[in-house]
């Protein structure tokens, strides 16, 4: 069983997270206030973009792709082919919040580590990605042919211990995470929200493990506390579960005015979680910690 999979930020899911990313924040440009919803599959060799915004700003997306890939490498720029099938000036409604996240304490950790270490190649133009079978102690990797000795023998030396298999991943697609393509306030704020409450009962111990779903019948600007049920589906914690969800409900922000005021997002560019930067992100911070351990 493939327990990780870690794709340098120029390929694989991560490059159309980076995409869908870039598109949002051109169009937050021109339009901060702008709904959009977009998102962008990888078919091989090229790149389908559709989704719909209410902005009237048409654009470019092809350049702009290229623009970033440009950053890193030229030859891999002058590779992209786009697709285009986004629909604008688009006065849509947003539907209900029906989110989850999911995340491991200790993955969390393990999957940075191989993260960086994979990015930490392509400064070298050497772009390789990982399949990793923890249990089995087995790594399936992909790279250009000419690089095959070069990662083989990279890999040999990083994972003592496992097998390191050639593999082939150029007949897979890959397509965005719904969280990049979104624009900053709306159902991006909940995401967010997800994240910060993970990143407090983490940093606390109060838990090493969270599945936790938030969902609401009424439109996104009338959420609060009150109509919104929150439902943690994993039980190993430090408290009951059920003690858990009350708690969350009851100390952490719920409706948009007070996520806005939560969360700066001044500064912030959802890039810089994908390419593992040293910002500090909007919900790394311990807020609501005293809250928590007064109750």
Aim: hydrophobic share 40%; charged share 25%.
């Amino acid at each position: 069983m493939v327990t990780s999979e870690v794709y340098n930020f120029l390929n694989g899911k991560n490059l159309c997270n980076i995409f869908a990313t870039i598109l949002v924040n051109k169009i937050n440009e021109t339009f901060p206030n702008a709904k959009t919803e977009i998102t962008v599959i990888n078919v091989r060799n090229f790149f389908i973009v559709k989704g719909r915004t209410n902005s009237d700003q048409i654009l470019i997306i092809s350049d702009l792709f290229q623009e970033f890939m440009n950053k890193y490498d030229e030859e891999l720029s002058s590779t992209i082919r786009v697709i285009d099938i986004v629909l604008y000036n688009v006065d849509f409604i947003l539907s209900p919040i029906n989110i989850s996240y999911d995340s491991n304490k200790n993955r969390f950790k393990e999957n940075i580590i191989n993260q960086n270490f994979v990015n930490s190649y392509i400064n070298d133009k050497l772009y390789f990605n990982l399949k990793i079978e923890g249990v089995k102690k087995l790594i399936y990797f992909d790279c250009s042919t000419e690089n095959t000795n070069k990662v083989f023998s990279i890999l040999e030396k990083n994972y003592l211990g496992y097998q390191i298999v050639k593999s082939d991943f150029s007949q897979e697609t890959y397509i965005s995470d719904r969280y990049y393509g979104l624009s900053n306030y709306g159902e991006k704020s909940y995401h967010m929200l997800l994240k910060h409450i993970t990143y407090h009962l983490f940093t606390l111990g109060i838990s090493k493990e969270l599945n936790i779903k938030l969902m609401s019948s009424v439109k996104i600007e009338d959420m609060d506390n009150n109509n919104t049920e929150l439902i943690i589906t994993n039980n190993n914690h430090m408290v009951k579960t059920e003690w858990l969800e009350s708690l969350i409900l009851d100390i952490f922000p719920f409706t948009q005015e007070e996520l806005k005021a939560s969360f700066d997002l001044s500064l912030y560019n959802p890039i810089d979680e994908i390419i593992l930067s040293d910002k500090i992100l909007p919900w790394e911070k311990l807020d609501r910690a005293k809250d928590i351990v007064l109750i």
